[in-house]
């Protein structure tokens, strides 16, 4: 009996399986709403070959693969490599954080058997994934800005500043906050007026801060920047802090003042008449004022009582002055001392720049009432009474007359 030996094939250890993985991934730093093309090298790590090489990826809530989500390669020869390209896209409002996205691999391990020729493997399969750290910053910007008034001017109380508050980067930002900075020109109106909560702002949204103003008198007409502190976190709670403006421009308004003011007389007593009361004004304003005009108040503890008691001046250019001319009398029993009477200037702003407003000044002038006469004492004016100097003698005379019988009669 012949025995026949055959030999028997066995791959060496190393060339005993096939290992399909992926090993590079480029990029992997990924931004809320992007859409990348991803570049991954899928290997070979054993010494046997692989074929019919499939890569099945699987979406997630974050992260997923758009377009092919399945990548087939044909061969993979044992440690060979090869580069694939897929397109990943990240949800708009993605979390900061790292994503994963997995992969479900398969394939069949391929050799020579020197009895049965090239021999492929029952299917192998393996769950791989590839990591992505997603990292975005909420972009706070400001938008379209208004104001009530529309025409902002010096002395405005209560203009109401709107300016919408805009989110333009990629990630979501919360407890926004903006704070008004405000400086020697604009003040709060009241309190808390300087500040706007805005709250989450989601990437491509905006919302509108509304703050309240009081513009000095003495602010210059022209455009100022306005400083915005914001202050905002974005979803793990990390914070920050940016600083914007908004451009705000301060319309040129007439402005007035009283330069001198002189009474003829010059010294007024109580009981004088036709008084002239002269005031000169000036426009110290930034435009030119029209159809300007000087006017009395009422006042309740004033001895003056106005026979003309307003003046018109006319029209003023910037640094003009004119003189209104009024006219009072002072009432008899006016005690002697200085009064403040109240002066209203009246103006409207120039037509030729769309100005129609009407602007109304009040200030206060000192008159004073000087005694009269030796020691002090007023002046006084003797009106004659009807019928009364007939009986005045009538009586001298019944009285004469009683004088000379009581004589007789001693």
């Known amino acids: 009996m012949v025995a026949l030996l055959l030999p028997v094939f066995a791959p060496p250890a190393d060339a005993s399986f096939s290992s399909v993985t992926i090993t590079d991934v480029e990029p992997t730093d990924l931004r809320p709403g992007e859409t990348k093309e991803v570049t991954m090298t899928v290997k070979n790590n054993g010494g046997m070959d692989a074929r019919d090489i499939r890569l099945a990826f699987q979406g997630t809530e974050v992260v997923s693969v758009v377009g092919a989500t399945v990548i087939h390669i044909n061969s993979l020869n ?59 910053e909420g972009m706070i910007n400001i938008g379209a800005v208004t104001t ?76 100022y920047s306005l400083p915005l502190k914001i202050k905002y976190k974005d979803t793990r709670g990390k914070e920050y802090e940016v600083t914007r403006s908004v451009d705000l421009l301060v319309e040129p308004k007439p402005d007035f003042e009283i330069v001198s003011y ?20 000036k426009n110290v304003g930034s435009e030119e004022a029209e159809s300007v005009s000087v006017r009395i ?28 001319v009024l006219e ?27 100005d ?9 002038i000192r008159l ?19 019928g009364f100097s007939p009986l005045f003698a009538l009586l001298a005379l019944s009285l004469a007359f009683v004088f000379v019988r009581r004589m007789k009669k001693v």
């Open 356 to 364: 129609e407003n009407v602007y109304i000044f009040d200030d206060q």
């Open 78 to 136: 044992s440690w060979s490599r090869k580069e694939v390209k897929v397109y990943v896209q990240v949800k708009e409002e993605a979390p900061n954080g790292v994503y994963s996205v997995p992969v479900s691999c398969s394939w069949r391990g391929y050799y020579f058997d020197p009895s049965k020729g090239y021999v492929a493997t029952d299917t192998i399969k393996a769950e791989l994934g590839i990591s992505f750290n997603v990292e975005g």
């Open 262 to 281: 002189r009474t003829e007389p010059a010294s007024i007593n109580a009981g004088e008449k036709a008084v002239k009361l002269r005031v000169t004004v």
């Open 297 to 324: 108040t009422d006042e309740a503890e004033v001895p003056f009582d106005y026979d003309v008691k307003s003046g018109f001046v006319g029209n003023l250019k910037v640094g003009e002055t004119g003189e209104a």
């Open 148 to 223: 009530d008034p529309a025409d902002v001017r010096p002395g405005d109380e209560d203009v109401e500043i709107r300016a919408f508050v805009e989110n333009s980067g990629e990630a979501a930002a919360k407890d926004v906050e903006v704070k008004l900075i405000s400086n020697f020109n604009f003040n709060p109106s009241w309190s808390g007026t300087d500040r706007s909560y805005i709250g989450r702002l989601n990437s491509g949204d905006s919302k509108e801060a509304a703050f309240y103003v009081d513009v000095a008198d003495n602010t210059e007409a022209k455009k």
């Open 368 to 386: 004073e009432v000087t005694p009269s006469g030796p020691g002090g004492s007023s002046k006084t004016l003797s009106v004659p009474v009807p």
């Open 328 to 354: 009072f009398e002072v009432d008899g029993k006016a005690e002697p001392k200085e009064y403040s009477q109240g002066v209203e200037i009246r103006c409207t702003g120039d037509r030729d720049l769309g």
